[in-house]
């Protein structure tokens, strides 16, 4: 079987965030292969607003595993980084959500399970998640609503995100 392409959203507001950022981006270097990393964005919360700032950045690369095998490698890294889930959109020291996954020649994955749902049910409404993504894949086409990232990046905006530094590419 060919590696599937994934896409990553990656958040924290706790705890040193650019060193949260940086172990998770490290774990998923040495579970996927050929890893681009977006710049560093400062983002406001949503949903829950009373908490600190975030740090987002968005990562692509290729896998041997499965949607749900890479979810599960997802939940671990997040539970290394200290992450515990006590309210919901609230704060914490990592969080990663897989954003798209498929294979180039046959295309993205569309699916939807009581664990997983790709892609990412709230990717095309968030704004410190597509901007990142932006950077990295502008012209990937959302399977399910037909626009490419970039367009759906420009319809969000970018109120609330703004780039911070690039310190997940730095050799």
């Given at each position: ?24 981006t ?14 560093v ?19 692509v690369?290729?896998?041997k595993w499965s ?5 599960d ?21 990592i969080?990663?959500?897989?954003l798209?996954?498929?294979?180039e ?45 970039g ?21």
């Amino acid at each position: 079987m060919n590696n599937a392409w994934v896409a990553l959203s990656l958040g924290t507001n706790l705890g040193p965030r650019e060193r949260n950022l940086k172990m998770a981006t490290d774990e998923l270097k040495n579970l996927l292969e050929n890893v681009r990393c977006s710049p560093v964005y400062e983002t406001v919360p949503v949903g829950y607003a009373d908490q600190p700032l975030f740090l987002n950045a968005a990562l692509v690369g290729y896998t041997k595993w499965s949607a749900d095998e890479i979810l599960d490698r997802i939940l671990d890294i997040e539970l290394k980084g200290g992450r515990t889930r006590s309210i919901v959109n609230g704060p914490r020291t990592i969080d990663i959500d897989l954003l798209l996954y498929g294979y180039e020649m046959r295309g993205l994955f569309v699916s939807q399970s009581s664990r997983l749902t790709v892609p990412h049910a709230r990717l095309h409404e968030r704004a410190f998640v597509l901007q990142p993504l932006n950077e990295l894949i502008p012209e990937q086409i959302h399977p399910v609503l037909n626009q490419t990232i970039g367009e759906l990046a420009e319809r969000v905006g970018s109120k609330g995100v703004v780039q911070v530094s690039d310190i997940l590419n730095a050799k």
